[in-house]
């Protein structure tokens, strides 16, 4: 099956740093990518789509100047987590749109964490 | 806004029974309908897709069913090991992706 690929895989950072997550779709090219974020023991929160080549959209309550999403091609997307605090610790995971079925495939997510 | 439950939130069951998790959903104006699984700290595998215009997708053990017009999928698991143990996610799609807040299934040996 499709593969994502997401790096790193786990992250540790001192706070008021910035930090890139990378998602690559591996053997397809994928125009729409998501970010989603998960806190323990809850659902994924899709946190915006990512659309090649234009500027993503993000969710209700997302900041959209504190998690910069950059899709330049049609096999990458980065979430940039900016001036990170420990509250934005936590689980990311992205996913890409396969085609030609719309189906989803993840990457093995990044935990990162704000010291 | 589509809402989408999961029940039961959490299940336990010694090995060899078989596995029925529910998914429901508020919108039958869907594109799609997946079904997850995700281990701790890893994440989500697809497991099965479900085009709206289908009626069930079967992959092993597993089989996962979908009824629109009620707004219910749900996915069976035969025979059921521990290696299943993990959460299962179901996630609807119409303008954009809505998750299930998951069951969690533990199979005892």
């Known amino acids: 099956g499709a593969v994502v690929s997401q790096h790193p895989s786990w992250v540790i950072c001192k706070s008021g740093t910035s930090v890139k997550i990378e998602c690559r779709s591996l053997?397809?090219?994928?125009?729409?990518m998501f970010w989603y974020r998960q806190f323990p023991k809850q659902s994924l929160m899709l946190m915006a789509t990512?659309?090649?080549?234009?500027?993503?959209?993000?969710e209700q309550g997302v900041e959209k100047d504190k998690f910069l999403i950059n899709h330049a091609s049609l096999t990458l997307s980065t979430l940039t987590v900016t001036s990170a605090h420990p509250e934005d610790s936590s689980f990311y995971i992205c996913s890409a749109l396969a085609p030609p079925a719309g189906e989803l495939f993840f990457g093995e997510g990044s935990r990162l964490t704000v010291l | 806004k589509q809402e989408v439950t999961q029940i039961p939130a959490a299940l336990s069951v010694p090995e060899g029974e078989n596995l029925v998790l529910n998914c429901s959903f508020t919108?039958?104006?869907?594109?799609?309908l997946q079904w997850f699984r995700q281990d701790p700290g890893k994440g989500l595998t697809s497991l099965l897709l479900?085009?709206?215009?289908?009626r069930e997708q079967t992959s092993g053990r597993l089989n996962a069913s979908l009824d629109k017009s009620s707004g219910r999928s749900t996915l069976y698991i035969a025979a059921s090991q521990p290696g299943d143990s993990a959460t299962y996610l179901c996630?609807?799609?119409?303008?954009?992706?809505?998750f299930g807040a998951g069951t969690t299934v533990t199979v005892r040996a």
């Open positions: 053997d397809f090219q994928a125009t729409t």
């Open positions: 996630a609807v799609a119409d303008y954009k992706l809505s």
């Open positions: 479900i085009q709206s215009s289908q």
């Open positions: 919108d039958s104006a869907i594109y799609n």
């Open positions: 990512s659309n090649e080549g234009s500027k993503a959209t993000y």
